[in-house]
């Protein structure tokens, strides 16, 4: 447990961009477990957010938070980081309105970390938003790993979400 946590914190610390939620640091206070110190977002998740507003929230509004999600998760695939659990809930509007991507749980480094290849291989994220190949039972015994390609599935999931404020809800 504590080996994910730090490995999280190492990928989340070195993360700077306006679209990705900052990390100032970690805390033992909080039970057994390290906690991360981030900015509280009052406004919630794009989920609670989108739905607070409803159709108050323009088009122009909503592609506008879609485009700073996309901003985000591009850095994040710049910087050889796959998030591996975009959902509604883990993109947060800032109080300027903005939305900040967070909860690098299952992400992911691509590139070389402390000298060896270093890529999480789990899809425990939400069916909804998942790509579907994450979830196919291997007959190579090769089990699927996130990438770029599911997150931009997920990016698309949370479109749908976005633009017409409903889940979508895919028969599995």
């Known amino acids: ?9 190492c990928v ?13 640091g970690t ?29 108050d929230l323009r088009m ?12 985000g998760l591009s850095y994040l ?6 998030h591996g659990d975009l959902t509604g809930a883990n993109i947060l509007i800032a109080d300027d309105g903005s939305a900040c991507l967070c909860d690098f749980g299952l992400s992911s480094i691509a ?9 999480t ?6 069916i909804r938003w ?4 994450l979830y196919r039972v291997p007959e190579d015994g090769v089990v699927p790993m996130v990438s770029t390609h599911s997150d931009v599935y997920s990016y698309g999931s949370v479109a749908f979400e976005v633009s017409i404020h409903e889940h979508l809800c895919i028969m599995v």
């Open 1 to 9: 447990m504590h080996r994910r946590l730090r490995r999280e914190f």
């Open 12 to 24: 989340w610390q070195r993360l700077k961009h306006k679209n990705v939620i900052p990390l100032y």
């Open 27 to 55: 805390t033992a206070n909080f039970g057994h477990y390290p906690s991360f110190v981030c900015p509280w977002y009052e406004n919630g998740s794009i989920s609670r957010y989108v739905k607070m507003w409803g159709g």
């Open 60 to 71: 122009a509004g909503r592609l506008q938070l879609l485009w700073e999600v996309a901003a």
């Open 77 to 82: 695939h710049q910087s050889g980081v796959v």
């Open 111 to 119: 590139a070389e970390f402390l000298g060896t290849s270093f890529i």
């Open 121 to 126: 291989s789990s899809t425990n994220g939400n």
């Open 130 to 133: 998942a790509a579907p190949e």
